[in-house]
């Protein structure tokens, strides 16, 4: 239920969004995030096993 709310507040906010500079390397930005999600979660799973 979170999810959609959170879902629905952001399409809501889209329309007023402005492009930011720097935008062509989002996807740079978002592998590095992705990396650093992973890593996070192989560390808590280490901790774990």
Do not use: N, T
Not at 5 to 24: D, I, P, Q, T
Not at 26 to 49: C, G, H, N, T
């Amino acid at each position: 239920m979170r999810q959609r709310g959170c879902v629905a507040g952001l399409m809501r906010a889209e329309s007023k969004f402005r492009r930011v500079k720097g935008y062509r390397h989002m996807p740079q930005l978002l592998k590095a995030l992705d990396r650093l999600v992973l890593a996070k979660d192989i560390d808590q799973k280490r901790k774990i096993a």
